[in-house]
T-cell receptor, first 110, second 113 residues
Framework: ETGVTQTPRHLVMGMTNKKSLKCEQHLGHNAMYWYKQSAKKPLELMFV???????ENNSVPSRFSPECPNSSHLFLHLHTLQPEDSALYLC?????????FGEGSRLTVL | KQEVTQIPAALSVPEGENLVLNCSFTDSAIYNLQWFRQDPGKGLTSLLLIQSSQREQTSGRLNASLDKSSGRSTLYIAASQPGDSATYLC????????????FGSGTRLLVRP
């Protein structure tokens, strides 16, 4: 138990659906991240938020839309995804440079 | 641009062996280096964090070293057990205050009973 909770753990959606991934931490951390993990590829940083402000958008397609309403919650809104977007989406939070990850949300796009 | 490489990509050893996993990075301007463990379909668990001013960190049977000038880190696992089977990832945090942790591709370890 790392203190970072992601929901849902599994999600199957069609290409025309709209869904959201949620991440929550009550560790008092100021930075939160979305990473994408595809098979046989290194973890890809998608977005970084520091004190609710987005500090990094790593050339992510606009069909992924992050939202950080406060320092404890981070969302990833998904719409009109492609099958190649199927992956494990990992949320993390950090303090002092050490990252703590959630269990991930396994997304399958049909 | 920081690049992190892990060798080998996969490793299979008999139970009880001591083993070393390698991580190299191209830009020595790092804030810290972390080693993580990932079980199949799960998130990442932090194993060891080495600050840039440190040379090594130890936790139980794990010892991680850092040689910043040569851009290398090693993770030493003593007396390996089947429960150590997992993918091990290293990641570096740059000093540019961008909060970006850059990962290697990982080493997939199998410890055979």
């Amino acid at each position: 138990e790392t203190g970072v909770t992601q929901t849902p753990r599994h999600l199957v959606m069609g290409m025309t659906n709209k869904k959201s991934l949620k991440c929550e931490q009550h560790l008092g951390h100021n930075a939160m991240y979305w990473y994408k993990q595809s098979a046989k590829k290194p973890l890809e940083l998608m977005f970084v938020y520091n004190f609710k402000e987005q500090t990094e958008n790593n050339s992510v397609p606009s069909r992924f839309s992050p939202e950080c309403p406060n320092s404890s919650h981070l969302f990833l809104h998904l719409h009109t995804l492609q099958p190649e977007d199927s992956a494990l989406y990992l949320c993390a939070s950090s303090h002092g440079g050490e990252l703590f990850f959630g269990e991930g949300s396994r997304l399958t796009v049909l | 641009k920081q690049e992190v490489t892990q060798i080998p990509a996969a490793l299979s050893v008999p139970e009880g062996e001591n083993l070393v996993l390698n991580c190299s990075f191209t830009d020595s301007a790092i804030y810290n280096l972390q080693w993580f463990r990932q079980d199949p379909g799960k998130g990442l668990t932090s194993l060891l964090l080495i600050q840039s001013s440190q040379r090594e960190q130890t936790s139980g049977r794990l010892n991680a070293s850092l040689d910043k000038s040569s851009g290398r880190s090693t993770l030493y696992i003593a007396a390996s057990q089947p429960g150590d089977s997992a993918t091990y990832l290293c990641a570096v945090l740059g000093v540019d205050s961008s909060y970006k942790l850059i990962f290697g591709s990982g080493t997939r370890l199998l410890v055979r009973p």
